[in-house]
């Protein structure tokens, strides 16, 4: 199993950036599919951003295409998600995922709140 806990949610004006941090522990994540989900009151949690491998191919939701950029080091056993031009509609608890393959995420956090002001 892995270990994942989130950090570096706030409160944030529209149009500001947001790092997001991802810290796992318990193994390695260099073999695995990475992800950022995100569930804003009222809604279900729905999918953000990935990075595969061996590829590192990453996936956005379109929601979020051209704002935020997902990144990986496996170095440090960790992941972010950079937010740019944030939104209020962006305003969610955002959550770390990971999994083996496509479509299969079995580790998560507890998720950081994100919260975007007018």
């Known amino acids: 199993q892995v270990q994942l806990v989130e950090s570096g949610g706030g409160l944030v004006q529209a149009g500001g950036s947001l790092r997001l941090s991802c810290a796992a522990s318990?193994?390695?994540?260099?073999?695995?599919?990475m992800g950022w989900f995100r569930q804003a009151p009222g809604k279900e949690r729905e999918f953000v951003a990935s990075?595969?491998?061996?590829?590192?191919?990453?996936n956005y939701a379109d929601s979020v295409k051209g704002r935020f950029t997902v990144s990986r080091d496996n170095a440090k056993n960790m992941i972010y998600l950079q937010m740019n031009n944030l939104k209020p509609e962006d305003t969610a608890v955002y959550y770390c995922a990971a999994g083996p393959r496509l479509g299969q995420y079995d580790s998560w956090g507890q998720g950081t709140q994100v919260t975007v002001s007018s």
């Open positions: 990075v595969s491998w061996p590829t590192g191919r990453t």
């Open positions: 318990g193994r390695t994540i260099s073999n695995l599919r």
